[in-house]
């Protein structure tokens, strides 16, 4: 089995910024690809952001040059999130793709206030 946790989440003003985390546990494969997609109320959720086990991040165009996600060793993805933006308000879900499997985590709430 595999459990994603995420914390981090909260209310900023716009400009502020947030980091999120997402600390993976269970059978873990030695390659796989961590993410993060949002979901804003009445819309689809939305790829943010993807790391590999090698490292090599990948970005939605929207917040190329104000987020950075990162992994360590010890399978914890982060999200530095910074300039954020009210159109930034959503659920953010952590994801870990291994094996031709998708998992989920239960989501936490970033609000950005104007």
């Known amino acids: 089995q595999v459990q994603l946790v995420e914390s981090g989440g909260g209310l900023v003003q716009a400009g502020g910024s947030l980091r999120l985390s997402c600390a993976a546990s269970?059978?873990?494969?030695?390659?796989?690809?961590m993410a993060w997609y949002r979901q804003a109320p009445g819309k689809q959720r939305e790829l943010v952001a993807s790391?590999?086990?090698?490292?090599?991040p990948n970005y939605a165009n929207f917040v190329k040059g104000r987020f950075t996600i990162s992994r360590d060793n010890k399978n914890t993805m982060y999200l530095q999130m910074s300039g954020l933006k009210p159109e930034d308000t959503a659920v953010y879900y952590c994801?870990?793709?291994?094996?031709?499997?998708?998992?989920w985590g239960q989501g936490t709430q970033v609000t950005v206030s104007s």
């Open positions: 790391i590999a086990s090698n490292g090599v």
């Open positions: 994801s870990l793709n291994q094996g031709g499997l998708l998992r």
């Open positions: 269970g059978s873990i494969f030695s390659i796989n690809t």
